[in-house]
Nanobody, 125 residues
């Protein structure tokens, strides 16, 4: 099991940028593929982006392609989500998640075993 703590959320104007961080502890971080999900009020948790164990492969949802970038620093046990050109519809609680099992990037919540507590991102128009 790995413990995850997100940070970096907050209030931002539309068109602005935010970088989220997710710090991991408890197990060898490089052994986990990582994902970012978000959940808006009244909606299901949805996939945002994922990155492989070494960072050589990424995937992202169509709704964020070209605006959000996922990256990781295995030396610092941290995964990042750089969010640019933010829109009000990006408002949600953002969660990072760890997958220590599957060899391919997972885009559903069932593909992840460990979750952080989430960080709120609010985009104002």
């Amino acid at each position: 099991q790995v413990q995850l703590v997100e940070s970096g959320g907050g209030l931002v104007q539309a068109g602005g940028s935010v970088r989220l961080s997710c710090a991991a502890s408890g197990r060898t971080f490089s052994g986990y593929a990582m994902g970012w999900f978000r959940q808006a009020p009244g909606k299901e948790r949805e996939f945002v982006a994922a990155i492989s164990r070494s960072g050589d492969r990424t995937a992202s949802a169509d709704s964020v392609k070209g605006r959000f970038t996922v990256s990781r620093d295995n030396a610092k046990n941290t995964v990042f989500l750089q969010m640019n050109s933010l829109k009000p519809e990006d408002t949600a609680v953002y969660y990072c998640a760890a997958d220590g099992f599957w060899g391919t990037l997972q885009i559903t919540t069932s593909g992840y075993n460990d979750w952080g507590q989430g960080t709120q991102v609010t985009v104002t128009s």
